[in-house]
């Protein structure tokens, strides 16, 4: 049973950065690898997805401040959180699903996803 670990949340200050990890799954499969969050009284969202084709997808709140990313060797995925905005702050869900990502799942609410970690918190102060 995979089980993904989020690890990287913290509090920071508007405009600062932040790099959340995901690790805790197998190395010999293909996964699409994702991150959603979930501010407190909202629905979870998707923030972005990567598959082992490096294609990438952005929920549109973030294009051009986060940036995610996969190591082959750690098996694990990053998400760069750049210019971090009050509206970023939530718990971040680190997903994966074996298979390739499809253009749509970032914009899901996480349903075509079924191993999840327990999430990492991330603040932003004004």
């Known amino acids: 049973q995979v089980q993904p670990v989020e690890s990287g949340g913290g509090s920071v200050q508007a405009g600062g950065s932040l790099t959340l990890s995901c690790t805790g799954y197998r190395p010999d499969v293909k996964y699409c690898m994702a991150w959603f969050r979930q501010a407190p009284g909202k629905e979870r969202e998707g923030v972005a997805t990567?598959?082992?084709?490096?294609?990438?997808e952005y929920a549109d709140s973030v294009k051009g401040r986060f940036s995610i990313s996969y190591d082959n060797v750690r098996n694990a995925h990053f998400l760069q959180m750049n210019n971090l905005k009050d509206d970023d702050t939530a718990s971040y869900f680190c997903?994966?699903?074996?298979?390739?990502?499809?253009?749509?799942?970032?914009?899901?609410?996480?349903?075509?996803?079924?191993?999840w970690g327990q999430g990492t918190q991330v603040t932003v102060s004004p």
């Open positions: 997903a994966v699903q074996i298979g390739f990502c499809q253009r749509w799942f970032v914009r899901g609410h996480g349903e075509h996803f079924n191993q």
């Open positions: 990567i598959d082992r084709d490096d294609d990438k």
